[in-house]
Each structure stands twice: as C-alpha cells, then as structure tokens.
C-alpha cells in the first residue's frame, strides 16, 4: 500500500530526497490492532519521545500519539525503540486517538552505550552533529575527542561548535583564536571549527551553511555547554530553557530533560539534546583507527610490530602524540573492545581484575607489616 505525501511539506521536518525513496517504497503493513476511521494514514516525523507517548509531526502541526502494540515488540526484537528524528506513519482510530504503526528504517543513527553495556540510540537520520562545548572550564580536548566518536561510525557530519566566545575573549584577549587552534591541532582539518556567542543572532550566520532546507542537525554536548542557548537564537525565540552554570566548574543543571525536534526559519530542522553524564561511544576499532589516523599512521613505523605504546623502546606513537590524547585513545579502544565481548569473556576478565586487586593488597600489606624478626 503506498501512501502519498508531500515532499515540500515533509522537507520542513528534514526530509532528504534518500529518506523520500524509502517513504514511497515502505513496505506498509496493515495494523489490524487498531480499529481506522476514515482518515488516511499519514507520513510524520518523532519530535519528542516519552515514557508512554510520542510528539509526531507532520510539518504543520504537532500532536502527540501512541504506539501501537505489534510495533513495541518489532522494535524490542530488534533490540531498538523509536528516536526522536524517526518517520513513522501514523493512523487515527475510531476515538481519534493517533496510533504510530509502522518506523521507516533510519538512514543513520547516533548510538551509545549505557552503563551496562546496552546500546541506546541518540538520534535518528540526522545531517549534520554540532558538537557544542564552552570555552570556559566546560573546554574539554577528550570529551571533545569521545563525542568525536559518539558520532564516527554514524556517517553524520561532525562540526565542532565553539560557545561563550564573548565571555573568552573578555577574558583574556586573544583566547578564542589559541583555543580554536588547540581544536584543529586535536580533530585535524577535515573537521569544521566555528567559535560564536550562543546569544547573539550572528551565531545563525556563522552556522548558516549547515542550515539549508531539508538539513537536520543535532546539538551534543554536556550540561552547561550552551546547546539550548543556541537552538534558541536559531529558532529567533526563547523556546528552549536555559540556566546559569557553576562558577567552579562552569557545568550546568540539565534545563533541557528530553531531546527535542524545532523547525527553523532557515526550513531546516534542529534537534536539542540534555548533557550526558557518562559518555560512551558504540564504536569499533576500525572507526577508532580513522578517528585516530595519526596513531594509526605512526603505529606503522614503531620498532615493534606488536607496540602497544606503553612502555616500549623506539615507539613512535609516544614519540609524536600528546599523552593525553594516546591515554585517551588507548581507554576508547579497552571499551570498544570490552563492549564485543561475549558474556563469558567478560567474566573472565572481571576475575582477573579481582585477581590483580588481591595480589595488589596483599603486597601492600606486606610491605606495611615489615620484615619478620
């Protein structure tokens, strides 16, 4: 059954000639569950997921709805749930009550891992991340470098967004150009580095070529960073809400609680995200090793074939590579492959963890007991 739409009205909400195709060849099933009234089903785009509803939107209005049975379970056999940036067509029943029916397979997706291992998707078929941090105390090379990961293996173009100019440059003439070039030195030159004041209305302009119509962005960052204050200048409204920061620290309260679709004037569409607390890339070695093509690239002309970069003479990485940007590496790769392991290597691992700490303490304490006389 095809379902017939408009592209100009859905382009507000996003969508691509690519996500287009895959609307006009869904493969449509029909929800016997849910008793239709007359109205057709209808293409919309998730705004807004809750614990019990969803906020879609159908690039004129947006309502909220529920959804429907047989699509949960699809969804938790598939090991995923929907994301705010999903199409889904959606149905009214006899009670005009709006009922979510089917999810067109995402062109991308921005995944990571929870605490206990589990994968959790961010944000779904998005053009471009803005990777938001302030350059106050919030400035931060190795988180930078993680949400550099969070979104690598997406396929998402990763621009770096550098907040509270004003401030820095009050602060110490001359900051802003030395930190944009401490950013450039750590993510390379393929990647896009824009400073701006969240709150002035030229921070639109220094965005605007990832503002197109038909673009969707998504703002990461961590608490504090400047990501509502931003989505606010760029829809021209305080619609987002903001909060001061703490002084020693410069991290904020999480105002915004839940991630968020806006339309902008620009006919794009940007999605805010709350700050994340524990940041854990879903990636693998193979994308670890492009994001870190300069380790890569050295680690070829080390002394040893098998260099791990710790303490090895003639290591080439040590030699060229800050410290902390090799440690940082060094830690997403232990993740990254702890994260494949299966359930009996990780208890394996766990025990030799627990055998390294008794052997530890029991050191320690025979060196604090002494000789025996």
């Known amino acids: 059954m095809n379902i017939e739409f408009s592209f100009e009205t859905l382009r507000r909400l996003g969508l691509t000639p690519a996500m287009a195709q895959s609307l006009a060849t869904a493969d449509v099933a029909n929800n016997?569950?849910?008793?239709?009234?007359?109205?057709?089903?209808q293409w919309m785009r998730v705004a807004a997921v809750h614990r019990e509803t969803v906020e879609v939107h159908d690039g004129t209005v947006q309502c909220s709805a529920r959804c429907a049975a047989r699509l949960t379970r699809e969804l938790?056999?598939?090991?995923s749930a929907l994301a705010v940036g999903d199409w889904v067509l959606c149905t009214l029943d006899e009670h005009q009550q709006l009922w979510v029916s089917t999810r067109v397979q995402p062109l991308n997706q921005i995944v990571r891992r929870d605490a206990d291992g589990s994968r959790h998707t961010v944000v779904s078929n998005v053009d471009t991340a803005l990777l938001v941090m302030g350059m106050d105390l919030d400035f931060n090379l190795q988180r930078l470098e993680r949400y550099l990961a969070l979104v690598g293996s997406s396929g998402v173009l990763p621009v770096v967004v550098l907040t509270k100019a004003d401030i820095a440059e009050h602060a110490a003439p001359g900051s802003v150009q030395q930190r944009m070039q401490a950013v450039r030195g750590r993510v390379g030159q393929h990647v896009d580095v824009v400073a701006v004041d969240g709150r002035s209305a030229d921070a639109q302009a220094a965005l605007l070529p990832y503002l197109s119509a038909g673009q969707t962005l998504v703002l990461l960052g961590s608490s504090g960073a400047g990501k509502s204050t931003l989505t606010n200048s760029l829809l021209g409204s305080a619609t987002q809400d903001t909060g001061a920061v703490r002084e020693h620290?410069?991290?904020g309260k999480h105002t915004t609680t839940a991630r968020s679709l806006h339309l902008l004037p620009t006919g794009?569409?940007?999605?805010d995200t709350p700050g994340v607390r524990t940041l854990r890339p879903d990636v693998d070695g193979h994308t670890l090793g492009q994001l870190f093509e300069d380790i890569s690239t050295l680690a070829h002309t080390c002394r040893f074939r098998d260099c791990r970069h710790q303490d090895e003479p003639g290591c080439a990485v040590r030699a060229q590579v800050s410290p902390e940007r090799l440690k940082n590496y060094q830690k997403l790769l232990r993740e990254s492959r702890r994260d494949t392991m299966g359930v009996l290597e990780r208890q394996r691992q766990l025990a030799q963890w627990k055998a390294r700490g008794r052997a530890g303490r029991q050191r320690l304490e025979s060196k604090r007991a002494g000789p025996v006389s």
Do not use: N
């Not at 016997?32 to 109205?39: E, K, N, Q, R, V």
């Not at 938790?76 to 090991?79: A, K, L, M, Q």
């Open 268 to 271: 794009a569409c940007v999605i």
């Open 76 to 79: 938790i056999d598939e090991g």
């Open 32 to 41: 016997t569950s849910i008793p239709l009234d007359a109205t057709p089903p």
């Open 249 to 251: 620290d410069s991290r």
